[in-house]
């Protein structure tokens, strides 16, 4: 054999073999790439943080949440569970998720609150943040919500609102008899106002001829009374 012909393959050789070493290498490369992901995705499992979302309407309750352990659910449904509302549960448990003892013990207080003096309302806890809203009628309420809340680590915000109750007044139907009664009187004082002398609190000679029409007719009709 040529000595060119020996130098040639002896070239060719090494680059099959550099070829090699370089594949060898990349593929170690990758399944180091893979091997850190992998390990990545594992510590980001680990630090992720359960979610509840309790949200409430009249007597219905809404109940979502995905939880590290059996525990921590059983403890929030004993709070929520009674005989006047109706729950609707939509909960996984993941052992990986972030541990969430203070959470559930923070919305486990909120919830009895959120059962008792609201109305309208909701619990949500999602990426370290806890809100609470609602709408509430009772005045002491919002207090007790924001001292729970301030004496707590997690942060939060209480984004609900007080709404005074107005109670419309109901009473009965009258007879047909009273109504006829009523019309009356009310015409009498439509036509005559009653009204005080100036700068007086007598009333004037007019306001008491109605006041005594009035007080005639119900003379006349003693089974009634008259509520002013």
Do not use: W
Request: charged share 30%; net charge negative.
């Amino acid at each position: 054999m040529k000595f060119s012909m020996k130098i040639s393959l002896a070239l060719l050789l090494l680059i099959l073999l550099f070829t090699f070493c370089i594949y060898i290498h990349t593929q170690s490369i990758h399944e180091d790439m893979n091997q850190r992901k992998n390990i990545i995705a594992a510590e980001n499992a680990t630090q992720e943080s359960v979610k509840i979302a309790i949200d409430k309407k009249d007597k219905d309750i809404y109940f979502s949440a995905s939880l590290d352990s059996q525990d921590a659910y059983d403890m929030l449904d004993d709070r929520l569970t009674d005989a006047t509302h109706s729950i609707t549960r939509v909960v996984k448990i993941n052992e990986n998720l972030k541990n969430s003892d203070k959470v559930i013990s923070l919305v486990s207080k909120l919830i009895d609150i959120l059962k008792k003096y609201y109305e309208y309302g909701s619990i949500t806890y999602k990426d370290g943040m806890l809100v609470f809203d609602g709408i509430t009628h009772d005045e002491e309420a919002k207090s007790k919500i924001d001292l729970i809340l301030s004496a707590s680590l997690i942060p939060s915000v209480d984004r609900s609102s007080y709404e005074k109750k107005f109670v419309e007044m109901s009473y009965p139907k009258l007879s047909e008899e009273a109504q006829v009664l009523e019309v009356r009187m009310n015409e009498i004082a439509e036509v005559e106002d009653i009204i005080f002398e100036e700068s007086s609190a007598k009333l004037t000679i007019k306001s008491l001829d109605t006041i005594n029409k009035i007080a005639q007719i119900l003379k006349e009709n003693n089974t009634y009374t008259i509520e002013i």
